[in-house]
Every structure is written in C-alpha cells, then in structure tokens.
C-alpha cells in the first residue's frame, strides 16, 4: 500500500537557524498537504500543493512538490520559537480513493 | 461554528472495559475520519466514512468498530479495551478527498 516516509523525526535548532523536513510517498501522488500541530494541540492545515514542481510561500515557510509528485520539502527561513510543534506532511494517492496518509512527522526544538 | 469536537477530552478505562468516543461536526462535510496518535508514528487512520451510513477500514482497524448513523456524527467504539489502544484518538472531517482536512481537539485515552 501507499507509504509515506519524512525525515528527521527530530530536529533541535537555534533561533534564528534554517530548518528543513522532507516528505517521500512510494506511489505518485494526487496532492500534498502539510499539517502543524502544537505541542498538547491537533493539527492544523497550512498549505496543499497540487502540481508538479509547484512551490508555494507563506511568509518564512517555503514548501515545494516534487516534478515526479512523489517528494515535498517545507522549509522554515530563521526559525522563530512560535515555530516550534510537529510538522505533517500528507499525501493522497492519484488512483482514487478517499485516504489521505500521513507521514510519522517531523517534531521542531527551538532553542532561544 | 464550533468545527469538530470530540468527546470526552480525556478518559481512563481498565482492560476489557468498553466506550464510545463521539466526534461532530457543523460544517456539513461528508468525509469524516478517526486517527490514532502514538509518539513517533504520526497519525494512523482507524476507520473512516465517505457519508452517512457508510464506514470503511483504514489502516489500524482491529478492535474498534465506527458507525455513522447522522452525517455530522462519526463514533469510534472499543468493545473490549487493551493497553496497546492507549493513545490520543483524533477525529477529522472535510468536504471531500483532497481538501484539507479540520481536526478535533483530540481525546487522550489510557487503558491500565
């Protein structure tokens, strides 16, 4: 079935440091979508991407889909303690269906 | 509108004791999903609906039963509950596949 891997689990920056999490489904997806959940919270939606290639901005968030809709990245320019929480991306496959996989997540540290 | 809530927020069960874990929703959305969440494996799907009556297997199915009888309804049984079921239970719904989805605030379960 359809699998989706992200690295790191963990990631302990300093203020004002880059951080960045990587999304891998081992099937072409439909579309990505990227989760926050604050520490105790649920998570909440930021962004989905759709197209191959497709980059998209949210002031220091920079989040890109793969040319082969297979891979995702989010990046956080200087990183600012609000940042920290878990980071999700989700994929849903391109043959139909109504299930969205999740990826184990990526858990930020911000030291200030 | 309130979302999605979930009730109870919090709740301790002792092995082979039963409850029903109730999410709603009020935005009139189709899809509804039950996810569990273990430290370090993300968000697991449970069960899930695609509209009322209907329900269907996620991922991590066994020992729950969901049912659906009201569209804004989606319950998560556990008939008989073992320790390996301790974790936070979150209930999620969207208005359909590849929109984003809008999480509960979640319910912590333990089971000694």
């Known amino acids: 079935g359809q699998q989706v891997m992200q690295i790191p689990q963990y990631q302990h920056v300093q203020e004002g440091e880059d951080f960045t999490t990587y999304c891998n489904s081992s099937t072409t997806l439909s579309n990505i979508q990227w989760y926050k959940q604050r520490p105790g919270g649920h998570p909440v939606f930021l962004i989905q991407?759709?197209?191959?290639?497709e980059v998209k901005k949210q002031k220091r968030l920079t989040f890109q889909f793969g040319e082969a809709k297979k891979n995702s990245s989010l990046h956080i320019t200087a990183t600012q303690t609000t940042d920290v929480g878990t980071y999700f991306c989700a994929g849903l496959g391109n043959t139909g269906g109504f299930k969205t996989i999740f990826g184990a997540g990526t858990r930020l540290f911000v030291k200030a | 509108n309130a979302g999605v809530t979930q009730t109870p927020k919090f709740r301790v069960l002792k092995t082979g004791q039963s409850m029903t874990l109730l999410c709603a929703q009020d935005m009139n959305h189709e899809y509804m999903y039950w996810y569990r969440q273990d430290p370090g494996m993300g968000l697991r799907l449970i069960h899930y609906s695609v509209g009322e009556g209907t329900t269907a297997k996620g991922e991590v199915p066994d020992g729950y039963n969901v049912s659906r009888l009201k569209k804004q309804n989606f319950l998560l049984g556990l008939e008989s509950a073992a320790p390996s079921q301790t974790s936070v239970y979150f209930c999620a719904s969207r208005l359909f596949p590849g929109t984003e989805q809008f999480f509960g605030p979640g319910t912590r379960l333990t089971v000694l």
């Open positions: 991407l759709v197209k191959s290639g």
